[in-house]
């Protein structure tokens, strides 16, 4: 069984930078899709970004340019490395893993961000 764990959450002023990772248990395969999504108090979970088994990288607009996402299949670890923050990047970030099935349909806990003076 998978189990996706986030770190590096905190509080950073706005225009600093963090760095969340997602640590992998159980082994997930190569060609999974992976993401980060992130939710806030009384907001639906949104997407932030995503990468293909194939290594292709899309970005929310909200992020596009201020955040970066990487992926090591081989230490089975996903990062996430944002700048320039914003208060309005304050949430809960999840790290998630899909496979081709419904079942293949993993989540982290969540780490929380909070940006703010």
């Known amino acids: 069984q998978v189990q996706l764990m986030e770190s590096g959450g905190g509080l950073v002023q706005p225009g600093g930078s963090l760095r969340l990772s997602c640590a992998a248990s159980?082994?997930?395969?190569?060609?999974?899709?992976m993401g980060w999504y992130r939710q806030a108090p009384g907001k639906q979970r949104e997407l932030v970004a995503t990468?293909?088994?194939?290594?292709?990288?899309s970005y929310s607009e909200a992020v596009k340019g201020r955040f970066t996402l990487s992926r090591d299949n081989a230490k089975e670890m996903m990062y996430l490395q944002m700048s320039s923050l914003k208060p309005e990047d304050t949430a809960v970030y999840f790290c998630?893993?899909?496979?081709?099935?419904?079942?293949?349909?993993?989540w982290g806990k969540g780490t929380l961000v909070t940006v703010s003076l």
């Open positions: 998630n893993a899909k496979g081709p099935i419904p079942e293949a349909d993993y």
């Open positions: 159980g082994s997930i395969f190569s060609f999974y899709s």
């Open positions: 990468i293909t088994g194939g290594g292709s990288i």
